[in-house]
């Protein structure tokens, strides 16, 4: 299988190699002495280390690829990528200095860009004509496989000539038999990182505590500071989410822009209801404060857990068999 240079690169069709020892041994990519395929994944620090621990169970070997600081410490990660086992870079994001694209490219690597969410909202909407703009368009074009982690953000590349195959990042899907709990308050779960509330759809959410001071709010990533002190509201600040999950019955989620958002996986894996500003399997679709709250309307007057969300979950972003698709890819891109 080969891949042209270019933006439209693209694996097809998933090649049907699942082991080294079913794989043609001059196609292959280099394996180390443990049997593993080495490769580079910068450390993203949400997913990098459920990627490394999910891959190493499929014989992928995860090396951080960290990134230069200053020209000096950009020739010595040159020297190191240049002299290293891996031949596969596998970036978690496409927004980053197009030189950290076009480096691998011509030291021989196979060059992997995985867009997430907030970079594909950056590069299709930059598109003033600058030297970094056209270095970038050029580092599009060497890069041999180009993944996106939520259809609609494939769809939105297509507006810059990037034809992106859809393949989400493994998500964490552990959980507890606590974490299911369908509990009796009615309680909304909401992610509103500091910072960045208006694009979580922060004056939806303080309208929607306004209106339904019944309904009880838990807001996690913000301390609070300057947002509405209402009495049905908690600023959670920075928590683990397992402490939170068997309190609420509804994960809301009202974001400008999104990928494939790791936490609406995590809440219909528990059986949760969702409210996202996306049309998704199992979720109800909300860009308004009306639609919002006709959605949680429809979701206490029903009081129901999501019971068929929790199994399609489970099956369809099953980290086991999401780890052998990246090995696939990883198969197919060295040959």
Same mark, same amino acid.
């Given at each position: 299988?080969?891949?042209?240079?270019?933006?439209?690169?693209?694996?097809?069709?998933?090649?049907?190699?699942?082991?080294?020892?079913?794989?043609?041994?001059?196609?292959?990519?280099?394996?180390?002495?443990?049997?593993?395929?080495?490769?580079?994944?910068?450390?993203?620090?949400?997913?990098?280390?459920?990627?490394?621990?999910?891959?190493?169970?499929?014989?992928?070997?995860?090396?951080?690829?960290?990134?230069?600081?200053?020209?000096?410490?950009?020739?010595?990660?040159?020297?190191?990528?240049?002299?290293?086992?891996?031949?596969?870079?596998?970036?978690?994001?496409?927004?980053?200095?197009?030189?950290?694209?076009?480096?691998?490219?011509?030291?021989?690597?196979?060059?992997?860009?995985?867009?997430?969410?907030?970079?594909?909202?950056?590069?299709?909407?930059?598109?003033? +004509?600058?030297?970094?703009?056209?270095?970038?368009? $050029?580092?599009?074009?060497? @890069?041999?496989?180009? %993944? #996106?982690?939520?259809? &609609?953000?494939?769809?939105?590349?297509?507006?810059?000539?990037?034809?992106?195959?859809?393949?989400?990042?493994?998500?964490?899907?552990?959980?507890?038999?606590?974490?299911?709990?369908?509990?009796?308050?009615?309680?909304?779960? +909401?992610?509103?990182?500091?910072?960045?509330?208006? $694009?979580?759809?922060?004056? @939806?959410?303080?309208? %929607? #505590?306004?209106?339904? &001071?019944?309904?009880?709010?838990?807001?996690?990533?913000?301390?609070?500071?300057?947002?509405?002190?209402?009495?049905?509201?908690?600023?959670?600040?920075?928590?683990?989410?397992?402490?939170?999950?068997?309190?609420?019955?509804?994960?809301?989620?009202?974001?400008?822009?999104?990928?494939?958002?790791?936490?609406?996986?995590?809440?219909?894996?528990?059986?949760?209801?969702?409210?996202?500003?996306?049309?998704?399997?199992?979720?109800?679709?909300?860009?308004?404060?009306?639609?919002?709250?006709?959605?949680?309307?429809?979701?206490?007057?029903?009081?129901?857990?999501?019971?068929?969300?929790?199994?399609?979950?489970?099956?369809?972003?099953?980290?086991?068999?999401?780890?052998?698709?990246?090995?696939?890819?990883?198969?197919?891109?060295?040959?």
């Amino acid at each position: 299988m080969r891949f042209k240079n270019n933006m439209d690169a693209k694996l097809e069709p998933e090649s049907e190699c699942v082991s080294s020892s079913t794989c043609n041994s001059d196609a292959a990519p280099d394996i180390d002495g443990g049997g593993k395929i080495p490769v580079y994944i910068n450390p993203e620090p949400i997913f990098f280390d459920i990627l490394r621990t999910k891959l190493n169970k499929v014989d992928i070997d995860v090396q951080e690829l960290a990134f230069p600081k200053g020209k000096i410490d950009l020739l010595r990660w040159a020297w190191k990528l240049g002299t290293s086992k891996p031949k596969i870079v596998h970036y978690l994001g496409g927004y980053h200095h197009p030189i950290i694209y076009i480096i691998p490219k011509f030291l021989g690597k196979r060059v992997i860009v995985h867009w997430m969410g907030t970079d594909v909202l950056y590069a299709t909407s930059n598109k003033a +004509v600058t030297p970094t703009y056209l270095l970038r368009r $050029f580092a599009y074009r060497v @890069v041999d496989l180009h %993944l #996106a982690d939520f259809e &609609p953000l494939a769809d939105e590349l297509k507006s810059i000539g990037i034809n992106a195959r859809v393949v989400p990042l493994i998500p964490d899907m552990a959980l507890s038999p606590e974490d299911t709990t369908w509990p009796s308050e009615n309680a909304i779960l +909401v992610y509103l990182p500091e910072g960045r509330e208006e $694009f979580y759809g922060g004056s @939806v959410v303080f309208g %929607l #505590a306004q209106e339904l &001071p019944h309904l009880r709010f838990l807001i996690v990533a913000n301390s609070g500071k300057g947002m509405p002190q209402l009495a049905n509201i908690e600023f959670l600040g920075w928590v683990n989410l397992s402490t939170v999950w068997k309190r609420v019955k509804v994960y809301l989620r009202l974001t400008k822009h999104d990928g494939q958002a790791k936490m609406v996986l995590e809440a219909l894996a528990r059986g949760k209801q969702v409210i996202w500003s996306y049309k998704y399997p199992f979720c109800h679709q909300a860009r308004t404060i009306e639609q919002a709250r006709d959605a949680l309307k429809d979701i206490l007057d029903n009081n129901q857990p999501n019971t068929q969300a929790m199994d399609w979950a489970q099956r369809t972003f099953d980290p086991s068999k999401m780890a052998q698709t990246y090995r696939n890819i990883y198969l197919g891109i060295s040959r």
